[in-house]
């Protein structure tokens, strides 16, 4: 697992409650029948009928939740890699939200969509295996069992691989989920200062590594160095909590002796301070510029223009932000292309999402074939087919704006 990686899941720690280690559901217990209300796209699936034929994966997700959202163009990807597998994601929303969900998504969304029946399926599933957070996809093989379950876009499609090629071992599986059951239960020790506990959990987490791990992608776990980066990301959310209700100065120096004290090597806290004062002042321009503060925006637009110490994807989400969100009254055009510029320039270019940011701040200013231009180049540089899709459909926009010499949004 790369670092930022781990990063994400630490961070996660912090508002996610840990699987529980009492969860009555086990790897390669029987899959519970599908409890549905209604099926929005797709053939009904029972579970039942697909036994000694079909892999299925069943995810749970919800329209309101961002990472769902992004792991829908995961899911439809793998759908289309894996033919013979079906997968089906459910919500427990009300029938008509998410029909209208799925409508918008169209082929985006490529595979059994359902809402679940008074959360029936949830239970035998969710709250089976002790799991509060969504997106969360469970693998049920063609003996109609559970044999997976984890994030949707964490090792979904190797376990979908080894299962159609007869390698996937479900001792070691099973194994694998009670360390990463353990694995939650380390982390809340440490976050709630239980030594003891995660003394005794770090110890039987390293053993676990070595026999069936990695227990965190391609990164080996050493409970000590867990443990600090943990610690680090606590200490971390509590200054920037700290600084955001400008605590006094005793305070902040205290924080920063605790991230000191476990701040990786590679760590800059004037660097850090510098990107939250960036991120602050952008909030104070869009929350000006959605009430359409026109006396403060001026003096706030000069000092974005003029910010220091923001990465190329703060210029980007920037940018973004001033060229599409809809809370914006007054949009600043011209500060949009400065900031999607900025992007451009910080990431050399090669970046897809920024080249499409830039392309629309192209657009938007009345560029429209220096906005096609870009918007091939975000096509291009687009790893994701998923994303090159939605890239071309722009695309097509702009090119239609070209020849009708109309431009539209």
């Known amino acids: 697992m790369k670092t930022s990686i781990l990063a994400t899941w630490i961070a996660a720690l912090l508002i996610v409650p840990a699987v529980s280690l009492a969860a009555e559901g086990r790897i390669g217990d029987p899959a519970p029948p599908l409890k549905i209300a209604e099926w929005i796209k797709g053939k009904p699936v029972n579970l039942a009928e697909l036994k000694g034929k079909k892999i299925a994966v069943i995810e749970f997700w919800a329209t309101w939740c961002g990472p769902c959202r992004q792991s829908i163009p995961h899911l439809t990807e793998l759908q289309k890699k894996f033919p013979d597998v079906v997968i089906v994601g459910i919500s427990d929303e009300k029938v008509e939200t998410v029909r209208s969900f799925v409508q918008r998504m169209g082929d985006k969304m490529d595979y059994v969509v359902a809402v679940d029946q008074d959360e029936q399926t949830g239970k035998a599933y969710m709250e089976a295996f002790g799991i509060d957070g969504i997106p969360h996809a469970f693998v049920v093989d063609k003996e109609g069992r559970i044999v997976w379950h984890g994030h949707p876009m964490d090792q979904l499609d190797k376990v979908l691989d080894e299962l159609q090629t007869g390698k996937f071992d479900l001792t070691k599986a099973r194994k694998q989920a009670e360390a990463r059951a353990k694995l939650e239960a380390f982390a809340q020790a440490v976050l709630t200062g239980d030594d003891a506990k995660a003394n005794a959990l770090g110890k039987e987490l390293e053993a676990a590594d070595a026999e069936v791990g990695p227990l965190l992608g391609d990164r080996k776990f050493q409970a000590d160095e867990i443990r600090k980066l943990i610690q680090f990301r606590m200490a971390l959310a509590e200054y920037q909590e700290a600084l955001l209700r400008d605590a006094p100065d005793e305070t902040l120096g205290q924080l920063e002796k605790r991230l000191a004290a476990s701040a990786p090597k590679e760590f800059d806290l004037e660097s850090y301070k510098q990107r939250l004062a960036n991120a602050r002042l952008f909030n104070q321009y869009a929350r000006a510029a959605s009430r359409n503060a026109t006396n403060e925006l001026p003096a706030l637009a000069q000092k974005l223009r003029e910010t220091k110490g923001a990465t190329a994807e703060d210029y980007n989400e920037w940018a973004w932000t001033l060229l599409t969100d809809e809370r914006i009254q007054q949009r600043d055009l011209d500060l949009a292309m400065h900031l999607a510029q900025a992007a451009l320039d910080a990431s050399g270019g090669t970046n897809a999402s920024i080249l499409d940011t830039y392309a629309r701040a192209l657009f938007d ?41 109309t431009l539209t949004r």
């Open 365 to 405: 200013t009345g560029k429209v074939r220096e906005a096609i231009h870009y918007q091939k180049k975000a096509i291009a540089a687009a790893e994701d087919e998923s994303l090159r899709e939605m890239f071309r459909e722009v695309l097509s926009q702009y090119e239609a704006a070209a020849r009708t010499n």
